[in-house]
């Protein structure tokens, strides 16, 4: 059975920085692509960062330059490092397998909320 542990969120002002972590249970972590996701209020889920199981990692268009995504195999955990982070970054943040089709999962964890203030 498929657990996924979110952590690390929290209220930060604008230009702060967070580290958000990511333990998963019951999937063979090495050989899995992993994703970041997030889901502000009122707005569709969305892919935030992907890093696949050799290390190659993708960003959304908003959180280029800023955030960082990496994995340690060893923990099946994988991170967000989140720097420079402005007011619309604000969201419920979630881990999950890296997919373009992740609309589609039907289980997700209970995810860390990242607020940033102004």
């Known amino acids: 059975q498929v657990q996924l542990v979110e952590s690390g969120g929290g209220l930060v002002q604008a230009g702060g920085s967070l580290r958000l972590s990511c333990t998963a249970s019951?999937?063979?972590?090495?050989?899995?692509?992993m994703g970041w996701y997030r889901q502000a209020p009122g707005k569709q889920r969305e892919l935030v960062a992907g890093?696949?199981?050799?290390?190659?990692?993708t960003y959304a268009d908003s959180v280029k330059g800023r955030f960082t995504i990496s994995r340690d195999n060893a923990k099946n955990t994988v991170y967000l490092q989140m720097n420079s982070l402005k007011p619309e970054d604000t969201a419920v943040y979630y881990c999950n397998r890296f997919s373009t089709y992740y609309s589609k999962y039907d289980y997700w964890g209970q995810g860390t909320q990242v607020t940033v203030s102004s």
């Open positions: 019951g999937i063979i972590f090495t050989i899995n692509d």
């Open positions: 890093i696949s199981n050799g290390g190659g990692t």
